[in-house]
């Protein structure tokens, strides 16, 4: 009989440790960064050679600043690597709020490929973070 109550406590205690391992797992954060609670940037063909870059981001809090920094736009060259060909710097920040979203137009060459590379920024009083993304290759 007592070799039945230790093993059922032993098997208790065990169930108890997993839980409370698993409980542990879950409250790890999926946040972006510090800064970033949620990024999204892309890219969307309109045809005839002109397409669209936009960026959907929230702050984990209010920023003092909070957009992107540039939006630099990549095209294919004949030989397979990309060349900057157009970089965006003004008009792409909200000051005092926890989300931003930006739409630019670009006007390239159609059937020619390009992507974006947006670079997300984030300002508040301790600090500041820039966050490098690209958007997919696209046929313009």
Not at 16 to 25: A, D, K, Q, Y
Request: charged share 20%; glycine share 6%; hydrophobic share 35%.
């Amino acid at each position: 009989m007592r070799t039945k109550v230790t093993r059922l406590l032993s098997l208790l205690l065990a169930c108890m440790l997993l839980f409370s391992m698993l409980s542990s797992v879950g409250a790890v954060s999926n946040r972006a960064s510090d800064y970033f609670s949620y990024t999204d940037v892309w890219a969307t063909p309109q045809g005839n050679g002109k397409f669209i870059v936009e960026f959907d981001i929230n702050a984990t809090h209010t920023m003092q600043v909070l957009g992107a920094d540039k939006i630099y736009i990549w095209e294919q060259q004949s030989d397979g690597s990309y060349d900057n060909v157009r970089t965006y710097t003004s008009g792409l920040t909200d000051t005092n709020t926890a989300d931003a979203y930006r739409k630019i137009t670009y006007y390239g060459t159609s059937g020619v490929k390009y992507y974006a590379t947006v670079v997300l920024y984030a300002k508040d009083s301790s600090g500041s973070e820039k966050i490098y993304s690209d958007t997919r290759v696209i046929t313009a």
